[in-house]
């Protein structure tokens, strides 16, 4: 039997496209970026507070987080570190100025080494890419995407499932070097982000549909958890437990109409949803 949830709103400001939570367990803090405001927040959960606000010239995809506060920001198409004293280095150019696309989704592989996608904005289809940042540069990983969304590993980081959520697809590979191969479709909706809790199930954002689905590693539907918004963009667990789900919506793409029916559209929501979140890895700047 499918489990079902309640999401509630939390934050009261709403967001333009939030995107991509990410938890720091040791200062229990959890980060998003509003993507085309080109701005990564940092905030507390409990009660819901933004303590920092860092703004960018360009859009920003994703953010991610290291031990000693050091932030790396996807910009539009340039990785950039932050240092705690608000020092800004751009650190790898990933795409090529003006060719069309932008980054977008990323995370922190189990190693410290963080991965970012791409994704067209000039109606290309099954050209733009996922790369990895380490010490030796970029690695790609695939050219074939067309918008490329959530990643996220296996407790035991030996497997990795990605999204891209234009052809619908949600795929696996062994990690870090294994064949990629399609896992299952999702064909209601638009797949986002996604996440992994302690017993290997994946919990997706469903774009469109206003609601997360916890799947199996098989793919089977196991739970699900109700928005009031339709544009869910991207979840993570966190808090002290790592049992809050931490939801991102967007009141991008919507119309006047949609946002009077869904006034919560933009805001980040939490769920308990009777699962632990896999251990959040820091990003490692000396990889």
């Known amino acids: 039997m499918t489990r079902e949830y309640t999401a509630t709103a939390v934050s009261p400001e709403a967001y333009e496209l939030g995107e991509g939570p990410v938890w720091d367990p040791e200062n229990e803090?959890?980060?998003?970026?509003?993507?085309?405001?080109?701005?990564?927040?940092?905030?507390?959960?409990?009660?819901f507070t933004v303590t920092d606000i860092w703004e960018f010239g360009s859009t920003v995809g994703a953010v991610a987080?290291?031990?000693?506060?050091?932030?790396?920001?996807?910009?539009?198409?340039?990785?950039?570190?932050?240092?705690?004293?608000?020092r800004r280095t751009e650190l790898a150019r990933v795409l090529p100025a003006g060719g069309g696309s932008r980054l977008n989704d990323g995370a922190v592989?189990?190693?410290?080494?963080?991965?970012?996608?791409?994704?067209?904005?000039d109606g290309r289809r099954g050209q733009d890419r996922l790369v990895r940042l380490d010490r030796d540069g970029l690695t790609t990983l695939d050219t074939d995407l067309t918008l490329s969304n959530?990643?996220?590993w296996t407790p035991d980081g030996s497997r990795m499932y990605s999204v891209d959520?234009?052809?619908?697809?949600?795929?696996?590979?062994?990690?870090?070097?294994?064949?990629?191969?399609?896992?299952?479709?999702?064909?209601?909706?638009?797949?986002d982000g996604l996440c992994a809790d302690a017993d290997?199930?994946?919990?997706?954002?469903?774009?469109?549909?206003?609601r997360i689905e916890c799947r199996s590693p098989a793919g089977e539907?196991?739970?699900?958890?109700?928005?009031?918004?339709?544009?869910?963009?991207?979840?993570?667990?966190?808090g002290p437990g790592r049992d809050v789900l931490v939801i991102t919506t967007a009141t991008a793409d919507l119309s006047a109409d949609d946002l009077a029916a869904h006034p919560d559209s933009g805001r980040i929501f939490t769920a308990q949803v009777e699962?632990?979140?896999?251990?959040?890895?820091?990003w490692n700047p000396v990889l």
């Open 29 to 47: 803090r959890v980060y998003w970026v509003d993507i085309p405001a080109g701005t990564v927040y940092a905030g507390r959960l409990d009660p």
């Open 65 to 86: 987080v290291a031990a000693g506060g050091d932030l790396l920001v996807a910009e539009r198409e340039t990785l950039t570190h932050v240092d705690p004293a608000g």
């Open 109 to 121: 592989d189990p190693a410290g080494r963080f991965l970012i996608g791409s994704m067209a904005l």
């Open 150 to 152: 959530g990643l996220a």
């Open 165 to 191: 959520s234009v052809p619908g697809e949600i795929r696996v590979r062994d990690y870090p070097d294994g064949e990629r191969h399609d896992l299952f479709p999702v064909r209601d909706g638009l797949p």
């Open 200 to 210: 290997g199930n994946l919990w997706l954002a469903v774009w469109g549909r206003g």
């Open 221 to 238: 539907l196991l739970a699900t958890v109700a928005v009031a918004a339709p544009h869910i963009t991207s979840c993570a667990f966190a």
């Open 275 to 282: 699962a632990t979140g896999a251990p959040t890895p820091y």
